[in-house]
Nanobody, 127 residues
Framework: QLQLVESGGGLVQPGGSLRLSCAAS????????IGWFRQAPGKEREGVSC????????NYADSVKGRFTISRDNAKNTVYLQMNSLKPEDTAIYYC????????????????????WGQGTQVTVSS
């Protein structure tokens, strides 16, 4: 059974940084694109970033470009999201998910294209 577990969330002041991790169990991430998504209270889940299975292609939402960096370590079966210059509007539950099939593509950040969702990790940006 495919299972993803997020960690690394917390409370941080505006301008601060956090690094989220997405660890897989029960399967290898090697052949899957991995996406990070977030959902703020009262809002729909939105795509933040994704990385292709090889790590050669990445994609970011306009709202996080230049501040967030996605990376992966297939040897550790883990994907990371480095978040810098955090803003209060980044406050949300952050989820990672795997592409629905083997793919080395990461062209879209659509919820419907991903599955095996983790339970999420809370990120709160507040002074």
């Amino acid at each position: 059974q495919l299972q993803l577990v997020e960690s690394g969330g917390g409370l941080v002041q505006p301008g601060g940084s956090l690094r989220l991790s997405c660890a897989a169990s029960g399967f290898t991430l090697d052949y899957y694109a991995i996406g990070w998504f977030r959902q703020a209270p009262g809002k729909e889940r939105e795509g933040v970033s994704c990385i292709s299975s090889s790590g050669g292609s990445t994609n970011y939402a306009d709202s996080v470009k230049g501040r967030f960096t996605i990376s992966r370590d297939n040897a550790k079966n883990t994907v990371y999201l480095q978040m810098n210059s955090l803003k209060p509007e980044d406050t949300a539950i952050y989820y990672c998910a795997a592409s629905l099939g083997y793919t080395d593509s990461c062209t879209g950040l659509y919820v419907a294209d991903f599955g095996s969702w983790g339970q999420g990790t809370q990120v709160t940006v507040s002074s």
